[in-house]
């Protein structure tokens, strides 16, 4: 049973760049026919897709967020890494890390099937 789980500072500054890194046990984020994704739920709104990883290290953007949006990984320790630029307070949310078949659209957090818990992030100077 895979089980992912988000780390990272609760509390970021205007401007800055948040950096979130989700640990992934019981399965590897090099597997095939996986894509390991970020998504977000601001408070009061619905769930909103961010980015996702496939199993080659190739990664995918909302194109909304593609600017200032970025997803690392280290294969070593089975970590993938969502870094988001000049933050503000509209990017408050719980982020969400989660893994979704190949075969389904890695765009829509419906599809996801294995999910971290989340991390709330504020953004608040």
């Known amino acids: 049973q895979v089980q992912l789980q988000e780390s990272g500072p609760g509390l970021v500054k205007p401007s800055q760049t948040l950096s979130l890194t989700c640990t992934v046990s019981g399965g590897s984020i090099t597997a095939k026919y996986y894509y390991w994704g970020w998504i977000r739920q601001p408070p009061g709104k619905g769930l909103e897709w961010m980015g996702a990883?496939?199993?080659?290290?190739?990664?995918y953007y909302s194109p909304s967020l593609k600017s200032r949006t970025a997803i690392s990984r280290d294969t070593s320790k089975n970590q993938f890494t969502l870094h988001l630029g000049s933050v503000t307070p509209e990017d408050t949310a719980v982020y969400f890390c989660?893994?979704?078949?190949?075969?389904?659209?890695?765009?829509?957090?419906?599809?996801?099937?294995?999910w971290g818990q989340g991390t709330q992030v504020t953004v608040s100077s």
């Open positions: 990883m496939a199993h080659r290290g190739n990664a």
């Open positions: 989660a893994r979704v078949a190949s075969s389904k659209d890695y765009e829509d957090p419906g599809e996801y099937d294995d």
